[in-house]
C-alpha cells in the first residue's frame, strides 16, 4: 500500500493520495510507521482514491492505518469539498466514539514533553493500551516542521503497532486548530484507540481549547536553578488535573523534590480544575523511567474519582453543548464579519473606536447596520 | 427638589421620577445623601419631567446628584424607550469621559469590603478626590436588598458631598450588568469624578467582566486561622494588580503578615495581571486606618507605571475594540437566538448533544438551519 514516506532532508512529505478535488485547503502529513502485524487494508486497491463513508467507517473500526489517516486528513480539511463527506463519516463514527479517555498534555518546549510522552505512551501500549497522540502546535503551518521533529523524536512510540501518533494542522481560529483536533478525537475513539492524548505546547490560548476537549489535563514543569518552577507560562497551571515535575534524576532530583513542596503551597490557591478532584503534583523522570506509572495511576484515579463523583460526565455532556454553541457563534460571526458591507468599514470604525472618537456602542450601530443587522 | 427616602424597613425605595414611558424594564434605586453645597438643581422644576439631552449633559457636568441619578438610571434603563436617549447622551457626553483612574475592587462579603472601601474612600475625598462607587452584586436584583444594606454601611462615605455611590442593577449577561456599569462609569468621568471605584463580590465571572472594564483591578482577601488566605474565590487573584490582606489589625496583625508572605510566594507563579507591572500585595486595616494609605500609594505607582508603559492606554484601546465586538456578537447571538424557529428546536437539539445521540456539528447545522442561516 502507498504511504508517504519521510525523505531525508524533507521537511515536508505529503501523501500521494492528496484527494483531486482537495485544492490548497487540503493539508497535511503523513508519518513513517509500522502496520500493525496481521492488519491488511479493508479497501481494495482499485477503489483506493475514492472512499465511501461506509469504506471510511470499515477502515477506521479496523484501525488500518491508511484509512485512518485518510479519514482524519478528511475531517481535517479545509476544503469545502470535503465538507459534506467529513460531516457524514462523523455521524456514522458517532456510535462508536465517546469510549477512550481523553487526556491533554502541555509543557513548552525545554520541559521534555515529547521524551515524556514517548516513555508515558511505551509504558501504556507495553500494558496493552492502545494509545494515539493528537499533537497541536500553534507555531506549525502547512510548511512548518517543528511538530514533525517532535514526532521524529517520538521514534520508538511511532514504530510500536498499538501507538498512532498525528500532528494536527495549525489553524489558529476555533473552526481551525480546536475544530479539527476535537474531531480527530473522535475518529480516534472509534478506531479503539484508548486513551487519547491531545498534546500541545504552553500557550494560553491553545490550552483552554484543548482544555475544553478532555476529560484531564496534564501539565509538564522543570525545576530551575534554584527551587522554583519554571518551563511553563504562567497561568496554565491552574487548568491541571496532574502536574509533573519533570527530569526528575540525578543531581536534579533534590530540585525537582524543593519544588514539588513550593508547588504543593502554589495548588492550595488554586482552584481546582475539576470539581471534586484535588490536583495532584508528582515528579517523574522520562530518562530513567521513574514516576511515570505514578502519572498514569494518578490518572486512573482521576478517571475513578471523576466517574464516581459523575464530574466526567457532566463535564463531557457540557462541552459537548457548549461546542455546539462554539460552532453555532463561529458560523454567525463569521457570516457577519464575511459581509463585504462589514469588511469596508470594519477597520476604520475599530480605528476610531481605539482613538476615543466614537463610543463602542455607536460603532457597534454603525458595524451593525453595514452589516444589514438591526441594531 | 424631590428625591426618594430610605423609608425604615423598605428595602426597595424608588424614585419617585421614574418616566412614564419606562414601564416594568425600568430600575433603579437612590440614595439618600447630601447635595453638595453650592450645587443648585440645573434644571427648572417645570421641567423635571422630560429631560434634554442638553440638560442632561448640563447636570452630569455640573455634577448635579438628582441629573447624575437621572442620567444613570437612562443609561441604565432596560426599556426600548430610552434607548434612543441613552445613546444620544453617552454620544455627547464621550468627549468628557475618559480622564479618570478607573479601579475595580473585589472580596467576597467577610473580607470588609464595605468598610474598606469606606475608609479608602474618605481617604481620598479627604485629599481633594471626587470619587464615584458603583457596585455591582449579581445576587441582587429590582428587589433585592444587599447592595443597599452595603451603602447603608458606607454611610460616611455617601454622605460627604465629593462622593457618589451608586448600585448597579444587576442583569447577568453581557448586556445587562457590565453593559450598563461600563456605561455609568463614562457618566461618571463626564461628571468630573476621579477615581472611579467599582465594586463587586468575589464570584469569577463577574470579576473578569469588571477587569475588562477598569484600568487597576485591586482584591481583598482576610488571613485565616493559619497562615493561609481566605475570603476568596480561588482563581480571583490572578487578575489583581494589587492584592489587599485586610483587618490587619490587633491580634490578627501576625497572621496577617504571614500571609502576606505566602501570597508573595504564590505571586511568582501567576501570570501578571498588567503587562509591565509586577502585582503587588499589602496589608491593610480598614478599622484603624493603617495601610490605606499605601493602598491609593500602590495605585498611584500601578498608574505612573501603566502611563510610562503605555500599558494604561493599550488596555483602554483594546477594551474599546472589544467592547464593540463584544455588543456586536451579542447582538447577533440575540437575533439568532430570539427567533422563533431556533426557540422550538433548542432545548431538544441541547438534550441529544448532551446524551451524545447527535454530535455537536450535526447539532449545530440543524440549528443553525432552524434560524434559517445557511451552515
Redesign the interface.
Known amino acids: 500500500m502507498p504511504r508517504a514516506q519521510l525523505h531525508d532532508g524533507c521537511p515536508q512529505p505529503r501523501p500521494d493520495w492528496v484527494p483531486e478535488c482537495g485544492g490548497a485547503g487540503y493539508a497535511t502529513w503523513i508519518l513513517e510507521g509500522a502496520r500493525p502485524s496481521g492488519v491488511a487494508s479493508a479497501i481494495p486497491a482499485a477503489r483506493r482514491s475514492r472512499l465511501t463513508t461506509a469504506d471510511y467507517v470499515r477502515g477506521v473500526r479496523a484501525r488500518d492505518p491508511g484509512i485512518l489517516g485518510r479519514a482524519l486528513s478528511l475531517v481535517e480539511s479545509n476544503a469545502p469539498a470535503h465538507r459534506e463527506a467529513a460531516?457524514a463519516l462523523?455521524?456514522a463514527l458517532?456510535p462508536e466514539?465517546?469510549r477512550a479517555r481523553r487526556i491533554g498534555l502541555t509543557g513548552i518546549p525545554g520541559a521534555g514533553k515529547s521524551t515524556f510522552i514517548e516513555a508515558f505512551g511505551l509504558h501504556l501500549v507495553e500494558r496493552g493500551h492502545h494509545v494515539a497522540v493528537l499533537a497541536i502546535d500553534p507555531s506549525s503551518q502547512v510548511t512548518g516542521g517543528s511538530i514533525l521533529a517532535d514526532k521524529v523524536r517520538m521514534e520508538r512510540l511511532g514504530r510500536h503497532p498499538s501507538a498512532f501518533i498525528r500532528p494536527s494542522p495549525s489553524g489558529g481560529s476555533l473552526g481551525g486548530v480546536t475544530r479539527k483536533t476535537r474531531?480527530a478525537i473522535?475518529v480516534c475513539e472509534a478506531a479503539g484507540f484508548d486513551p487519547i492524548l491531545v498534546e500541545t505546547v504552553g500557550v494560553g490560548q491553545n490550552e483552554v481549547a484543548v482544555r475544553a476537549m478532555v476529560d484531564a489535563f496534564v501539565v509538564l514543569f522543570i525545576a530551575g536553578a534554584g527551587d522554583?518552577?519554571q518551563g511553563i507560562?504562567?497561568?496554565v497551571?491552574?487548568l491541571a488535573d496532574l502536574l509533573v515535575i519533570n527530569k526528575a534524576d540525578g543531581d536534579n532530583r533534590p530540585r525537582c523534590l524543593a519544588a514539588l513542596a513550593?508547588m504543593r503551597?502554589?495548588l492550595?490557591?488554586?482552584?481546582?480544575a475539576t470539581e471534586g478532584w484535588n490536583s495532584v503534583a508528582l515528579t517523574a523522570s522520562a530518562l530513567t523511567g521513574e514516576g511515570v506509572g505514578e502519572v498514569w495511576g494518578g490518572l486512573e484515579d482521576f478517571f475513578r474519582t471523576g466517574a464516581a463523583t459523575g464530574a466526567i460526565t457532566r463535564r463531557?455532556?457540557?462541552q459537548?453543548?457548549a461546542?455546539?454553541?462554539a460552532?453555532?457563534?463561529e458560523?454567525?460571526?463569521a457570516?457577519?464579519y464575511g459581509a463585504p458591507g462589514v469588511r469596508a468599514r470594519r477597520e476604520e470604525?475599530?480605528r476610531l473606536?481605539?482613538?476615543?472618537s466614537?463610543?463602542?456602542?455607536?460603532?457597534?450601530?454603525f458595524?451593525?447596520e453595514a452589516g444589514g443587522?438591526a441594531?
Not at 358 to 365: E, R, S, V, Y
Open positions: 460531516r462523523l455521524a458517532a466514539a465517546g474531531e473522535l522554583e518552577l507560562k504562567k497561568g497551571m491552574e513550593e503551597r502554589v492550595r490557591y488554586l482552584r481546582p463531557r455532556r457540557e459537548a453543548v461546542w455546539m454553541h460552532l453555532i457563534e458560523r454567525l460571526r457570516g457577519f470604525l475599530e473606536v481605539a482613538a476615543g466614537t463610543d463602542p456602542l455607536t460603532g457597534a450601530l458595524l451593525l443587522v441594531g
